[in-house]
C-alpha cells in the first residue's frame, strides 16, 4: 500500500505528463547554434535518461538544421551574389551636364580649319578667308583675314595658349603670324614643304611645324616678331627629321617639357622639350627589344593630361586611343594598364579635362567604306519626338553602350578605368526636323570632321561635313573650396 506521499508524487508527474503532450513546442534555435542536448553520463556511458516533462524525448520532432552545416546549408540557402555598385560621377562630370546648344554657323568644307583663343574666340576657314566667332558673347561672325593668290589653301590654324598670337599655315608652306586684337600680321615666312599640323608650347614662344615629308621645325617666334628678324628666327630654327611619313599631329605638354609628333605611318614620338636631344625619348612598348609607340595606322589626335603632364593620349583613323605614361626612366613598357580602349569609329580629336578625370573623343564616319552599312539602316530617334515641334533646344541623343559604335558623335571615357561615362550624337548629325540621326548609307557629309575645345575646357566645337559648326556642352567648371579661417585660429594669433 502506498503512503500518502508517493500517491501525491505520482499525481504530480501524471499531470506533467498530460500539460507536456498538450502543450509541447518545438525548441527554438538560433541560427549557427545547435540544441544543447543533454551529455552522456560519464559514470554509466549510457544517455543519461530524461525527465517526462523535457522537451527534448523521444518522440519530439527533429531539430532544424544548422545554418553551419555545410552538408544541409547548401541545399537549403542558394549562394547570391551582391551586384557591383553603381558608378558615381563628379559633380562637374559629362554625365551630367553633356548637351547640345543653340548656337551654330556655317564654314567652307570639305575639311575643318578651325582653333579656339584663350578669349573663346573660335577661328576657322571660309575659303580663302579665316574668319572668327566668340562663343562666350554670341557675337556676329567676323573676317580677320584673306588670303592672297598663290598662297595656297589654308590648311592649319593654331592660336597660341598664352598670348593673343595666331598661326596661319598654307599648301604651299606660307605661315604668317597675326596679332589677334590687333588684326594685324606681324611675321611671315615661307617653308619649303606643306604645312600639316602646328604646336605651340605652354608659354605661347615656340612655334612646332610639321610638313608632309615627316621633317619639324621649331622657330622661337620671340625673335621674329614684328617682321624685324625673321630671317634670324629661321636660321636659329630646330630642325627634326626623325619621321619617314607626313606629320599629322603635334602636341606640347602643359609644362613645355616633352613634346609629341605623329604620322600618317602610326609612328609616335616622345621628345625632351628643352631641344638639346636630336633623338627621342625611350618610351613604348617593346617590339623586337626596343622601345616604340605604333598604332596600326594614321595618328589622328595626340593630347597630353593637364593634371597629369606625362600622360599621353593617341588616337588613329581605326578608332584605336591608347595610353602612355611617357618616363624614360620607366624599364618596362610604357604602356598604361588599362591602355588600349578600341572605339571602331575613327577618331578625329582627343581632349582631357581640366576638371575632372575624364577623356573627350570626337569619331567620324566609318573607314574604309565611307558611313554605309548593307545590313540595316539605323534611324535612332530621340524619346518623347512630339517635343521637337514645340520647343526650339537642339535634339540631343544619347547613345547607349556599348551595343553602338559612336560613328558621328562625342564619347566620354573615365580614367583610370576607361569605362564609358557617355555618349552623345550632336545636333549637326540629326536631321533638323525629325531629329534622327543621318543614315549611314545615304549621307556621309553631315559626319564629324573636326573639333576644337574651348580655353575653360568646358564646351566643344565641332564641324560636319556640310560646313556647319556647332557648340556642345561637356563639362562644367569644379567648383573651388573656400576656406574659412577658424575663430580658434584668429585667437590664437
Not at 556511458?45 to 552538408?71: E, N
Not at 548593307?374 to 535612332?380: I, M, N
Request: with cysteine; aromatic share 6%.
Amino acid at each position: 500500500m502506498d503512503s500518502p506521499l508517493n500517491v501525491a508524487r505520482k499525481r504530480l508527474l501524471s499531470l506533467g505528463d498530460e500539460s507536456a503532450s498538450a502543450g509541447r513546442k518545438r525548441p527554438r534555435v538560433s541560427v549557427g547554434v545547435s540544441p544543447s542536448y543533454p551529455s552522456d553520463s560519464p559514470a554509466t556511458g549510457h544517455p543519461r535518461p530524461l525527465s517526462s516533462a523535457s522537451s527534448f524525448t523521444s518522440t519530439s520532432r527533429p531539430c532544424s538544421p544548422r545554418l553551419d552545416d555545410t552538408r544541409s546549408s547548401m541545399g537549403l540557402i542558394p549562394s547570391v551574389s551582391s551586384p557591383p555598385p553603381a558608378p558615381t560621377y563628379p559633380e562637374c562630370s559629362a554625365k551630367h551636364h553633356i548637351r547640345n546648344t543653340k548656337i551654330s554657323w556655317d564654314f567652307s568644307s570639305p575639311g575643318a580649319v578651325m582653333t579656339c583663343s584663350g578669349d573663346n574666340v573660335v577661328f576657322f576657314s571660309r575659303g580663302d578667308r579665316v574668319h572668327y566667332k566668340n562663343i562666350a558673347t554670341g557675337e556676329e561672325v567676323g573676317q580677320l583675314l584673306r588670303l592672297r593668290e598663290g598662297d595656297g589653301d589654308l590648311r592649319v590654324l593654331k592660336c597660341a595658349p598664352a598670348g593673343d598670337m595666331l598661326a596661319v599655315g598654307t599648301s604651299t608652306g606660307l605661315v604668317q603670324l597675326w596679332d589677334i586684337k590687333a588684326r594685324k600680321k606681324v611675321a611671315s615666312w615661307t617653308n619649303k614643304k606643306t604645312v600639316s599640323a602646328m604646336a605651340w608650347n605652354a608659354n605661347g614662344d615656340v612655334l612646332s611645324i610639321g610638313a608632309e615629308k615627316g621633317t619639324i621645325r621649331h622657330y622661337d617666334t620671340r625673335i621674329g616678331i614684328d617682321m624685324k628678324n625673321v630671317g634670324g628666327m629661321k636660321e636659329q630654327a630646330r630642325k627634326v627629321t626623325r619621321h619617314q611619313g607626313c606629320i599629322t599631329a603635334l602636341e606640347w605638354n602643359v609644362d613645355g617639357r616633352i613634346w609629341a609628333s605623329g604620322d600618317s605611318s602610326g609612328i609616335v614620338y616622345c621628345w625632351d622639350g628643352n631641344g638639346k636631344e636630336r633623338v627621342p625619348l625611350d618610351v613604348g612598348e617593346f617590339v623586337q627589344r626596343r622601345k616604340k609607340m605604333q598604332h596600326g595606322s594614321a595618328i589622328s589626335a595626340l593630347a597630353f593630361c593637364p593634371w597629369q603632364p606625362r600622360l599621353l593620349a593617341t588616337g588613329d583613323v581605326n578608332g584605336i586611343m591608347q595610353l602612355w605614361n611617357v618616363n624614360p626612366l620607366v624599364q618596362h613598357s610604357n604602356s598604361t594598364t588599362p591602355g588600349k580602349l578600341e572605339l571602331s569609329a575613327p577618331i578625329t580629336s582627343i581632349y582631357f579635362s581640366p576638371h575632372c578625370k575624364e577623356i573627350l573623343t570626337t569619331h567620324s564616319c566609318n573607314t574604309p567604306s565611307p558611313c554605309s552599312s548593307s545590313t540595316t539602316t539605323r534611324t535612332r530617334t530621340r524619346a518623347r519626338a512630339d517635343t521637337l515641334t514645340n520647343t526650339n533646344t537642339p535634339p540631343t541623343l544619347v547613345l547607349p553602350w556599348p551595343r553602338q559604335t559612336p560613328t558621328n558623335a562625342i564619347a566620354i571615357h573615365a580614367y583610370p578605368s576607361l569605362r564609358h561615362v557617355t555618349t552623345l550624337v550632336p545636333s549637326l548629325s540629326l536631321h533638323p526636323q525629325t531629329g534622327v540621326e543621318t543614315s549611314q548609307d545615304t549621307d556621309q557629309r553631315q559626319g564629324l570632321v573636326g573639333s576644337v575645345l574651348n580655353a575653360a575646357g568646358t564646351r566643344v566645337v565641332v564641324a560636319n561635313g556640310e560646313g556647319k559648326m556647332g557648340v556642345v556642352d561637356v563639362w562644367a567648371k569644379r567648383r573651388e573650396v573656400k576656406r574659412v579661417p577658424s575663430f580658434l585660429g584668429a585667437m590664437i594669433r
